[in-house]
């Protein structure tokens, strides 16, 4: 191992691919969770011992008592909701006095939920797909350095500051948008009364994170959302507003990007995709349908039925390439079961020529057709098995081509959504 223990777990697709449960998993040994980009958008189930918990900006360390939870720098916080989360934590036997949250994370306020929801809907046929809880004009704020970050809740001149914010945004709200405008003192309230609850977890994380890893104690950076839905790298317009990939790391912690040793993606066994733009191997049939039943392939904050197509080595290999993946990780291999043949996409064609990566344009995105390998599926219900040796022979070859094609070596792979049904394949990182 070197000479500094850390971990970057992102997800390698278009998000939902299980990077709550694996971060999860690999908590059980970590000294400290970090969460590094994202708002409450990006949702985690995570099943530990049959209950499931749901989390959306609290790190999916948080079940471990003995690890300690921070919200990043790189992050953007909806505090109602980030106090409204830990108080069911709590009520669930939870201890969150473990959890800090850094003092430059942007803050997410109901105008950013306003505007997110009236700019969706000015867009019409073109919709985004967001879901709109005012994370993209969050960072649209940090970008025009208009935002409110965590520190400033603590300036006695705030309140003046935040005024006249409300004030530019009411403009907004119903001059371009045609929207009703926002009472400021409520806002002023609600964002105040849970900062009251939440501002003795409130610290300078850069250091905290850097002490640990220093100290030699095993850090995990947990992304959110997907490679493929990266503000730069992901499948543009239709992408998210943070950078996601496992490079941001260090910019969303504050930390040296020589302090991290390791970064792995999470593959789903096959793909999926919330809202719109490019999905060459979209499966829209009784196939399709069937897998989304199985993996339960509904959004976990919205409910929104998930769009699912075979496994896309393209897409993959663009992300690992993209996001500086070193290894994968497998999940819901046991969603495939019963498909008597399973395909894998190796290729595209845009308009007549074979490509192998994904091309820069959304319109052209569309018109890639995929080509496939097919291999034969298994039966077997594999939920129970405890190792790669236990698997059926076509689900081990499945992985094993998984691999071969992706040039990158696979250190585990999930059977169903329990802590218990994790397996990995190598030891130690």
């Known amino acids: 191992m070197e000479q500094y223990k850390s971990l970057v777990i992102v997800g390698s697709q278009w998000g939902d691919e299980g990077k709550g449960k694996i971060t999860d998993y690999f908590a059980q040994k970590a000294s400290m969770v970090v969460r590094f980009s994202g708002g409450d958008n990006a949702g985690h189930i995570i099943v530990s011992e049959g209950v499931k918990h749901k989390v959306t900006i609290v790190p999916s360390g948080i079940l471990n008592p003995k690890v300690v939870n921070v919200i990043a720098n790189g992050a953007v916080v909806n505090l109602p909701r980030l106090v409204s989360e830990l108080e069911i934590l709590k009520k669930a036997g939870i201890d969150t ?7 430059r994370a942007h803050v997410v306020l109901p105008y950013h939920i306003a505007i997110d929801e009236l700019q969706e809907e000015s867009r019409g046929v073109n919709k985004i797909g967001t879901t709109k809880r005012g994370i993209g004009p969050t960072y649209q704020d940090k970008v025009d350095r208009l935002g409110i970050r965590v520190c400033d809740l603590f300036d006695k001149n705030f309140k003046t500051k935040l005024k006249e914010i409300v004030e530019f945004k009411n403009k907004l709200i119903t001059k371009v948008y045609d929207g009703k405008p926002l009472d400021f003192e409520t806002i002023y309230k609600e964002l105040m009364d849970n900062f009251e609850i939440i501002k003795g977890q409130v610290v300078e994380t850069s250091t905290l994170i850097e002490t640990a890893i220093k100290s030699k104690q095993y850090v995990l950076f947990e992304g959110a959302q997907g490679a493929l839905l990266d503000i730069d790298h992901g499948t543009y317009p239709f992408v998210t507003s943070s950078n996601t990939s496992a490079n941001n790391a260090s910019l969303g912690s504050g930390i040296n990007h020589n302090l991290i040793t390791t970064s792995l993606g999470v593959v789903k066994a096959y793909c999926t995709r919330v809202g719109t733009g490019g999905f060459p191997t979209e499966l829209n049939n009784k196939i399709g349908e069937g897998i989304r039943e199985r993996g339960h392939e509904y959004g976990s904050n919205t409910g929104r039925p998930r769009r699912v197509g075979w496994l896309d080595i393209v897409a993959l290999k663009y992300a690992i390439r993209t996001t500086g993946l070193d290894k ?61 040796s236990d698997l ?38």
Not at 97 to 103: E, P
Not at 396 to 425: A, H, W
């Open 392 to 429: 059926p022979t076509n689900a081990q070859n499945y992985l094993n081509k998984i691999k071969e094609l992706c040039g990158i070596n696979i250190v585990g792979f999930s059977v169903g959504p329990d802590r218990l049904q994790t397996i990995l394949m190598e030891s130690e990182f």
């Open 328 to 388: 994968i990780f497998i999940t819901l291999l046991d969603v495939l079961s019963g498909e008597p043949v399973v395909k894998i996409c190796t290729n595209y064609l845009l308009n007549g020529e074979k490509i192998f990566t994904i091309p820069p344009l959304n319109g052209d995105y569309q018109k890639c057709e995929p080509e496939f390998i097919e291999m034969q599926g298994w039966k077997e219900d594999i939920t129970k098995v405890k190792n790669f």
């Open 97 to 103: 006095k473990n959890l800090f949250l850094s003092n």
